[in-house]
């Protein structure tokens, strides 16, 4: 029996000598593959913030002691749930169905084994992003009513957008009725208000939410007709 520390990821030979006491001797060949050494999942997507619930989990694996990938080893999990069935799994990597991710925040985390039994896990996450809000113009001012522009991007999530309005800067004692919206491009947005006193300045900005959270254009402000 012999011991032998040091040993290198990769393959070694190894070769034995036996002989007799008339020196008729043997000898004995053999390789072995030392493989300690986890393997690597690179380019694992998404990450960061998203604009879209269509984006695809995907990662690449590789092993470079030589062992090999154990592709019935590998899991996904989205927030905490096998999505085994969703995925491609292959030795070469993963990629699992458009669309899996849903809206807001999400935790996917990635397993995987090489045929030599070493293990490595990756997490990563996605953010989910406010909406884009520019409040716009006020047009066709009259003694009693105006009305109201401006432009949301839901950057991706289902968004709630109305117009937010009062006669004092910063103070909106009124609201106009929720526009719904989705996408991932600018949606205009127009509001006619009614019942406005002749005469008076009023300040308003478009406002606009999501699951991320809320969004506020820039305040404009208007002063209806005196007759």
């Known amino acids: 029996t012999c011991q032998k520390s040091g040993l290198t990821d990769g393959s070694h030979k190894l070769e034995a000598f036996i ?33 879209s619930t269509s984006a695809t989990i995907s990662a ?15 899991n996904v999990a989205l927030d905490g749930v096998n999505v085994n069935s969703t995925c491609g799994i292959s030795t070469e990597g993963v990629s699992c169905a458009s669309g899996v991710l849903g809206e807001g925040a999400h935790e996917v985390q990635i397993e995987v084994y090489d045929l030599a039994g070493n293990r490595l896990q990756e997490k990563i996450t996605t953010a989910a992003k406010s909406p884009k809000v520019v409040t716009g113009p006020a047009t066709q001012v009259k003694k009693s009513s105006a009305k109201l522009s401006g432009t949301v991007n839901p950057n991706g ?14 103070v909106y004692t009124r609201k106009t009725r929720a526009k719904k919206m989705t996408g991932d491009s600018d949606v205009p947005v127009n509001n ?7 005469g008076k300045k009023y300040y308003y900005r478009l406002a606009a939410e999501n699951n991320a959270g809320a969004s506020y254009g820039s305040e404009l402000s208007f002063t209806t007709l005196k007759r």
């Open 60 to 74: 690449s694996f590789s092993d470079g002691a030589g062992t090999g990938i154990d592709a019935s080893s590998a």
């Open 157 to 170: 999530l289902s968004t709630t957008a109305r117009f937010e309005y009062g006669k004092n800067s910063g």
């Open 192 to 198: 006619t208000i009614r019942g406005l006193s002749p």
């Open 19 to 51: 002989c007799d006491n008339n020196y008729n001797c043997t000898v004995a060949t053999w390789y072995i593959t030392v493989d300690a050494t986890a393997p690597v999942i690179s380019n694992a997507q998404p990450t960061g913030t998203l604009n």
